[in-house]
């Protein structure tokens, strides 16, 4: 097969673009940070698919472009709240609009921009839905798998205050509200309109991972430990916050058992 990708030109297309903004900025760091860790994540979980040279290079090439949005978003807003704009929609227009399109910087032929396109701009939909051709969905797939993967080491190592907007001590005080905890029952990601308090948060962070789609994934998953070590991050105040937390954890590492085997 003729591989028609270059993952080393883009990324250094990518640096080059990076230049236009502040690297030293705390925002801007940690987007770069989880960038390149999303790229490493995709690279893990295709190797171990044996993906052949082409599909490889583009599940990193996405990885790499994926929230190019998130760099403008903080340029126009200084926020990467929701409330300010989709990113991942405004990272496809600015990558495939007008009549220069950026996404020639990074990949000269076109014959990948719908793949690219369409995995960037449904990244992070809260269900992935309506994709018909096989190898766009596999790449949308790829794509939320590797974010979500990274995300682990985030939620791990970043600061929880930073997170969640109250400081580590405090983030599980208060109890899990009764449609998150539905949600976490039916074995589904949480609705960002039904958390209400800071724990609430701490479990939708959680409960994302059900929404994993490959094996792959899942067994990095095992490997790491990540479903019990994100959740006793957090010291739960209530009893019934601390009950539900063990039951999730119990639930999670069973769903999770239960795919691997």
């Not at 991972?209 to 990095?220: R, S, V």
Request: hydrophobic share 40%.
């Amino acid at each position: 097969m003729t591989v028609k990708l270059d993952f080393k030109q883009a990324r250094d297309a990518f640096e080059a673009y990076l230049d236009e903004y502040d690297r030293e900025d705390e925002k801007i760091k940690l987007k770069i940070v989880h960038t390149y860790g999303v790229v490493k994540s995709a690279r893990e979980i295709g190797k171990r698919m044996h993906l052949n040279e082409e599909d490889q290079q583009l599940a990193e090439l996405i990885a790499l472009l994926h929230d190019i949005g998130r760099f403008e978003q903080l340029r126009l807003y200084n926020s990467f709240s929701p409330d300010t704009m989709d990113h991942a929609a405004f990272g496809a227009q600015l990558l495939f609009e007008g009549e220069n399109p950026m996404i020639r910087r990074f990949l000269p032929d076109p014959e990948f921009d719908e793949i690219i396109h369409t995995a960037i701009a449904r990244h992070s939909d809260f269900k992935l839905e309506g994709i018909t051709d096989e190898r766009i969905l596999f790449h949308a797939k790829m794509i939320r798998d590797a974010d979500k993967l990274d995300n682990c080491r985030v939620k791990l190592q970043e600061s929880v205050e930073a997170m969640i907007g109250v400081p580590q001590e405090k983030a599980g005080e208060g109890l899990i509200s009764p449609k998150v905890w539905e949600s976490c029952l039916k074995k589904e990601a949480v609705l960002s309109p039904d958390r209400v308090t800071s724990v609430d948060y701490w479990v939708s962070y959680v409960a994302q991972y059900y929404d994993l789609n490959f094996k792959e994934t899942w067994q990095i998953m095992k490997e790491e430990d990540y479903i019990s070590r994100i959740i006793w991050r957090l010291d739960y105040k209530e009893k019934d916050t601390l009950e539900k937390m063990k039951i999730l954890d119990q639930q999670m590492n069973d769903y999770m058992e239960n795919i691997l085997c």
